[in-house]
């Protein structure tokens, strides 16, 4: 582990794992579901052995677990994964990491036989979040302090709910990306993707009035947005070829990859595009990341490759400055510092 750094310079990362099953629309519960979770941890383990010969700080990482209605109706219940994996969970915190809620608004449709995503009701929303809560409450032995929906979704109401119980950051917002109204092929969306165009890029407590406005008397609970960046345009080729090769494999991209002009800084990335993409957020004058990764994505041998060797060169100074992975609440504790 290198000298203790000088903290102006330091780029801090958070690194969220949205812990969800593998089959994103299971109708039935398998053991192998789970597979992308124990991948993932495996990954994690290699992580902080490898990211702690380069940083001042034992490496810290955030998990988000799904506790929603889909859990419910295909596992049991919502708290199924928590009390699967406790001994797991446990283990992660002790190592310092954070364990929070991933919530999706998924609701089975009877007649169709198929789930479809709402972001209409405001009712279900509420249902979904006040059930996942309350689950967490019952499996972790405390209230959840961290809180990210999947699929790009945040509302006012929303983030009015999630501050009324208790929560004290949401990290579901992605700056850049507007208002689009399709899900993934073969899905159906029952409303419309949020419009982020104009999110802030660095943490933030959104005014009473407009959850996308900073206001520093505003809501207790903060908005930790997602890591993005502008897709520069002489990377649009190899983008339309892999958009091409995916149709051919019968996995056809989604609304947000063939539509948006931002994309997420994403750590399973070709290097050349992470690289790129790292270079570009930091050009947009960010002091901290936040990077998703789905569990199912450590389950790639190539994949998981990839990841390690785009974290390791971020934490070696690539950007040409120190970066430190750290749980939310140790980057929340960093910004309040640096404000302070």
């Known amino acids: 582990m290198r000298d203790r750094h000088d903290a102006a310079r330091t780029v801090r990362v958070a690194l969220a794992i949205d812990v969800e099953p593998v089959p994103r629309?299971?109708?039935?519960?398998?053991?192998?579901?789970?597979n992308g979770l124990r991948a993932s941890i495996r990954l994690v383990r290699l992580l902080r052995e490898r990211l702690s010969r380069t940083q001042a700080t034992v490496p810290a990482f955030t998990w988000l677990v799904r506790?929603?209605?889909?859990?419910r109706r295909v596992y049991g219940h919502c708290g199924w994964i928590a009390e699967r994996f406790a001994a797991e969970l446990d283990d992660l915190e002790r190592h310092g990491d954070d364990v929070g809620l991933h919530t999706?608004?998924?609701?089975?449709?009877?007649?169709?036989?198929?789930?479809?995503?709402?972001?209409?009701?405001?009712?279900?929303?509420?249902?979904?979040?006040?059930?996942?809560?309350?689950?967490f409450r019952a499996s972790r032995g405390r209230a959840p302090r961290f809180h990210s929906f999947g699929d790009r979704y945040l509302s006012e109401e929303a983030v009015a709910v999630l501050e009324e119980l208790g929560l004290a950051a949401d990290m579901s917002v992605e700056p850049g990306f507007f208002a689009i109204d399709t899900m993934r092929p073969g899905?159906?969306?029952?409303?419309?993707?949020?419009?982020?165009?104009?999110a802030p890029r660095s943490v933030w407590r959104p005014s009473h009035d407009n959850y996308l406005q900073h206001d520093a008397h505003g809501r207790r609970l903060r908005l930790l947005p997602v890591t993005t960046y502008r897709f520069p345009w002489w990377l649009e080729p190899g983008r339309q070829i892999e958009h091409l090769l995916?149709?051919?494999?019968?996995?056809?991209?989604?609304?947000?990859?063939?539509?948006?002009r931002y994309a997420r800084l994403g750590c399973s990335q070709r290097r050349y595009v992470f690289r790129q993409g790292a270079r570009s957020a930091m050009a947009d004058g960010i002091s901290m990341m936040h990077l998703v990764l789905r569990a199912d994505q450590a389950i790639d041998a190539a994949a998981f490759d990839r990841i390690v060797t785009n974290l390791e060169w971020l934490a070696a100074g690539g950007l040409g400055t120190c970066a430190e992975f750290v749980s939310t609440a140790g980057l929340l504790a960093a910004v309040d510092g640096e404000s302070s």
């Open 246 to 260: 995916r149709r051919a494999r019968g996995t056809p991209p989604g609304g947000d990859e063939r539509l948006q």
């Open 187 to 198: 899905e159906t969306l029952l409303g419309r993707m949020p419009d982020f165009t104009h």
């Open 104 to 135: 999706h608004l998924f609701r089975w449709d009877e007649r169709a036989s198929a789930w479809v995503t709402d972001y209409e009701c405001l009712d279900w929303m509420r249902l979904c979040v006040e059930e996942a809560v309350h689950a």
């Open 25 to 34: 629309l299971p109708t039935s519960g398998k053991d192998s579901d789970w």
């Open 67 to 71: 506790m929603d209605q889909q859990i």
